[in-house]
T-cell receptor, first 111, second 115 residues
Framework: DQQVKQNSPSLSVQEGRISILNCDYT??????FLWYKKYPAEGPTFLIS?????DKNEDGRFTVFLNKSAKHLSLHIVPSQPGDSAVYFC??????????FGTGTRLTIIP | DAGVIQSPRHEVTEMGQEVTLRCKPI?????LFWYRQTMMRGLELLIY????????DSGMPEDRFSAKMPNASFSTLKIQPSEPRDSAVYFC?????????????FGEGSRLTVL
């Protein structure tokens, strides 16, 4: 039972364009959402987060949008750079210590 | 700080053998987590500790898996006996506060292959 879903296993975007990564969740108890980035042979690193009391959080080139009614969040990267090529994991938690991750989306930025 | 340190980075073993993965969390962090990454299921939480005490092990697949944290600077994840379906990358992570509000710091992972 995958409570956090990333339905696109991969995404290719031209350098300089916007990258949009999507994530859906099923558990209405989730109230905090995070994105992690992972390079090959490294552990995931925290990128950006958003609380359910907000619908947008921005940090430089990265913006996360949350649509609670649709149980959907997205990560926007603009402009996309070659160094953004990585696997991106969406994660969610619901008032306890557990962090539930999605399966990841591999983003490739084309120079 | 050196970050979360995991060993071994790679382990190849035969079915039925015992496997022990090790983790040293970041000094001062009071939470430690063990995750497993597979293509089908992404990152799965296996177990986590708070101040060396196991809090939730509901993600541990079966009795073949066990984890310990004898002190604040060391944890092990043991699989005995190992099976081919245990092949995955196992990550250890630590944090200062509960993961739902605080950032998790991951190690580089231990890639396990069971033949």
């Amino acid at each position: 039972d995958q409570q956090v879903k990333q339905n696109s296993p991969s995404l290719s975007v031209q350098e300089g364009r916007i990258s949009i990564l999507n994530c859906d969740y099923t558990n209405s108890m989730f109230d905090y959402f995070l994105w992690y980035k992972k390079y090959p042979a490294e552990g995931p690193t925290f990128l950006i987060s958003i609380s359910s009391i907000k619908d947008k959080n921005e940090d430089g080139r990265f913006t996360v949008f949350l649509n609670k009614s649709a149980k959907h969040l997205s990560l926007h990267i603009v402009p996309s750079q070659p160094g953004d090529s990585a696997v991106y994991f969406c994660a969610a938690s619901g008032g306890n210590e557990k962090l539930t991750f999605g399966t990841g989306t591999r983003l490739t930025i084309i120079p | 700080d050196a970050g979360v340190i995991q060993s071994p980075r790679h382990e190849v073993t035969e079915m039925g053998q015992e496997v022990t993965l090790r983790c040293k969390p970041i000094s001062g962090h009071d939470y430690l987590f063990w995750y497993r990454q597979t293509m089908m299921r992404g990152l799965e939480l296996l177990i986590y500790f708070n101040n060396n005490v196991p809090i939730d092990d509901s993600g541990m697949p079966e009795d073949r898996f066990s984890a310990k944290m004898p002190n604040a600077s060391f944890s092990t994840l043991k699989i005995q006996p190992s099976e081919p379906r245990d092949s995955a990358v196992y990550f250890c992570a630590s944090s200062l506060v509960g993961q739902d509000t605080g950032e998790l710091f991951f190690g580089e992972g231990s890639r396990l292959t069971v033949l």
